[in-house]
């Protein structure tokens, strides 16, 4: 970490997880992740899972787990890593309480549909009925 910490994922799950999210993108990742928890450090805010960040201060309000304080940059991370992978890691722990037997997908921001699997995302096509209208479209 940019303060000389050292953050570790802590089970082997976020791994797979941020492998999923990542990719052959990893060394950049690992990169904009580390300057994101020197952003959150400095502004003292951590990201939320709906999008925003909140103040250390009204973290607590928001999440009864969250702290008000954190020790260093490794500490700030695992918050960080945490919403960065929250998606993939969700979908890991549906297919593996499934037995394998799920698919999890999503639809990214380009309204593109995502299969996420054990070890990697790929792209899906829409279903011959939905191909025409898009995730956009109404009905």
């Known amino acids: 970490m940019l303060d000389g910490s050292m953050f570790g ?22 990169e904009e992740f580390r ?11 951590i990201p ?6 909140v103040s250390w201060d009204d973290a607590g309000n928001f999440d009864e787990l969250a702290k008000r304080e954190y020790l260093n940059h490794a500490d700030l991370g695992r918050v960080v890593m945490y919403c960065s992978i929250r998606a993939a890691l969700m979908g890991l722990v549906l297919h593996h309480m499934s037995g394998g037997k799920s698919k999890v997908l999503a639809i990214n921001q380009d309204g593109k549909l995502i299969e996420y699997g054990d070890k990697r995302r790929k792209l899906k096509k829409w279903p011959e009925e939905e191909q ?8």
Do not use: L
């Open 35 to 45: 300057q994101a928890v020197a952003h959150h450090w400095k502004v003292r805010t």
């Open 48 to 53: 939320t899972k709906f999008g925003w960040d």
């Open 9 to 30: 994922m802590p089970c082997k799950e976020w791994e797979q997880a941020f492998q999923i999210k990542y990719g052959d993108d990893k060394d950049r990742a690992i």
């Open 132 to 139: 025409n209208r898009g995730p956009n479209s109404r009905s």
